[in-house]
C-alpha cells in the first residue's frame, strides 16, 4: 500500500502498525526480546540494530509522515543528531551549522566533534547567504534548524537545499520544532530530517526518544556507525511512542490553532511588547514561512513592557506550567536567558536577540478561554 495517498491522521492512527496474528488484538504487540533465533547473516534481529519488530514498524509511520523512504528510532532526539554527524562527517571534513540552534546540538558540535578532528563553520545568521558565506572545499554536511530556538526564525529551507545540492553537500534540518504535520523538509529539497521525538511526536512529556527520516542509502550509511554508538531506544518506549504518534496530527493541529490565537491576543494585548511567532504579519520571514509550512507551529515567544517582570509573572501562572521542555499537550512557558540559552555569555544573548524578559511559550490544547484567562489573571496579579 502506497502511503502516499492517505490522510495524516490515517498515517499517524494505522501505518506500522503490527497486526497481532496470535490473538487478533486491535494494537501492535511489544515484542521485548533482546535475542531472536538465527536466521541467516543478513536479518540479524537485536534490539541496537534497530531492527526489532516495533522499531522497524514505528520506522514506517515516520517514514510516511516525512515522505522519506526509510527512518531510524533512537534513545534520544541528541543521539539522532549525534549519529547522524558522525555518520557524514570523519577527521578533516568541515560541517555548516545554523546559529541559531537547539543548545545540545551546538554543544555536541563545540565539546565532540574537535576530539575527532572535524572542522565546523556556525552561521552568522539563518539568511541563504551566511550559509554560502560559510561553506567550503571540504565541507559535507550543512545543519539547519526551522523555526529556531527561541526567537522562531525561519530560514529558507528550499535555497539551503538548492545551494547544497549544487555543491554536492549533504543537508539535515531538525524539524523538531515543526514536526512533520506543519513542514516536509524532504519536499522542499532537504536530504535529512532529524527529530526530538521527545516533543511533538511524544507529546506528552514522558518519552525520551528521536529519530532520522532520509533515503534508504543515506539510512545504510546512519546505521552503520549507529549499531556502534548504540543509542537504540527500549522497544517499550518505542511502543509508548506509536501510541503517542496515533493523536500527533489531532494534537498538533489543535495546538496550532492555539498558538494563532495567542500569538493575536499577546500582539494585540497593551502590555506586550512584542511577539514573535512566524504566522503573525510582522514577522519578518511571515511570506517565508507560508510558502514552506502548514499552519505555523505551535511555538512562540513574547516580552512584555517594562512594567511587568517576567520571572514573577511565570510566577503567577495557575494553569500554565512554567516548565523546561515543549510541545506536550499542556501549555508552558519558560525564561531562555535562564533555562535554554543561560550557558551562553551576555554578548552572544544580546546578539541573538535573546533577553532576560523573552519567555517562550509551547502551546498546549486547552480550552482557548482558559489560556488567555490565566495570562490575564497573571498578568494582573504582577502589575
Ligand atoms: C529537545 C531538542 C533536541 C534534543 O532532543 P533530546 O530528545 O532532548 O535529546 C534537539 N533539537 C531540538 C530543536 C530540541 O528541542
Known amino acids: 500500500m502506497s502511503t502516499r495517498k492517505l490522510g495524516i491522521n490515517t498515517i499517524c492512527s494505522h501505518v506500522g502498525e503490527i497486526k497481532d496474528e496470535q490473538f487478533k488484538g486491535a494494537v501492535s504487540p511489544i515484542y521485548m526480546s533482546t535475542s531472536y533465533q538465527f536466521e541467516d547473516v543478513e536479518v540479524k534481529r537485536y534490539p541496537r540494530y534497530f531492527n526489532t519488530p516495533n522499531q522497524e514498524?514505528?520506522?514506517?509511520?515516520?517514514?510516511?509522515?516525512?515522505h522519506a523512504e526509510s527512518a531510524m528510532i533512537f534513545g534520544s532526539g541528541m543521539a539522532a543528531v549525534s549519529t547522524t554527524f558522525l555518520a557524514f562527517l570523519k577527521a578533516g571534513d568541515h560541517l555548516v551549522i545554523q546559529n541559531p540552534l537547539y543548545g545540545g546540538t551546538s554543544n555536541f558540535v563545540r565539546e565532540e566533534l574537535p576530539k575527532y578532528g572535524i572542522e565546523f563553520t556556525f552561521t552568522d545568521g539563518y539568511k541563504v547567504s551566511d550559509f554560502e558565506k560559510a561553506i567550503q572545499p571540504n565541507t559535507k554536511l550543512i545543519h539547519i534548524e526551522t523555526p529556531s530556538n527561541p526567537l522562531l526564525t525561519?530560514?529558507?529551507?528550499r535555497a539551503v537545499a538548492e545551494l547544497a545540492k549544487s555543491k554536492q553537500i549533504v543537508t539535515s534540518i531538525d524539524n523538531t520544532f515543526a514536526s512533520p504535520v506543519v513542514q516536509k523538509p524532504i519536499d522542499l529539497g532537504i536530504d535529512i530530517v532529524i527529530h526530538s521525538a521527545?516533543?511533538?511526536?511524544?507529546?506528552?512529556?514522558?518519552?525520551?526518544?528521536?529519530?532520522?527520516?532520509?533515503?534508504?542509502?543515506?539510512?545504510?550509511?546512519?546505521w552503520n556507525v549507529g549499531k556502534n554508538l548504540g543509542g537504540s531506544l527500549s522497544d517499550f518506549m518505542v511502543w509508548m511512542l506509536e501510541r503517542s504518534m496515533k493523536t500527533l496530527a489531532l494534537r498538533v493541529k489543535a495546538q496550532n490553532r492555539n498558538a494563532k490565537k495567542l500569538a493575536k491576543f499577546l500582539h494585540n494585548h497593551p502590555d506586550v511588547k512584542h511577539v514573535y511567532y512566524p504566522g503573525l504579519k510582522d514577522h519578518p520571514e511571515h511570506e517565508l514561512?507560508?510558502?514552506q509550512m502548514k499552519g505555523y507551529g505551535a511555538m512562540m515567544s513574547f516580552e512584555f513592557n517594562k512594567n511587568i517582570d517576567a520571572s514573577k509573572f511565570l510566577k503567577a501562572l495557575q494553569l500554565i506550567k512554567p516548565?523546561?521542555?515543549l510541545a506536550g499537550v499542556e501549555s508552558t512557558m519558560l525564561?531562555?536567558?535562564?533555562t535554554s540559552h543561560a550557558l551562553l555569555s551576555q554578548e552572544e544573548r544580546d546578539r541573538l536577540g535573546i533577553s532576560h524578559s523573552l519567555i517562550r511559550f509551547s502551546l498546549g490544547i486547552e480550552s482557548k478561554k482558559d489560556i488567555i484567562n490565566d495570562l490575564e489573571q497573571a498578568i494582573k496579579r504582577v502589575k
Open 198 to 222: 521527545t516533543k511533538y511526536l511524544g507529546g506528552h512529556s514522558d518519552i525520551l526518544a528521536g529519530a532520522v527520516a532520509t533515503s534508504q542509502e543515506h539510512i545504510h550509511t546512519i
Open 57 to 66: 514498524f514505528l520506522s514506517k509511520k515516520i517514514a510516511a509522515l516525512e
Open 289 to 291: 514561512a507560508k510558502s
Open 154 to 157: 525561519i530560514t529558507d529551507i
Open 323 to 325: 516548565s523546561m521542555s
Open 335 to 338: 525564561l531562555p536567558a535562564l
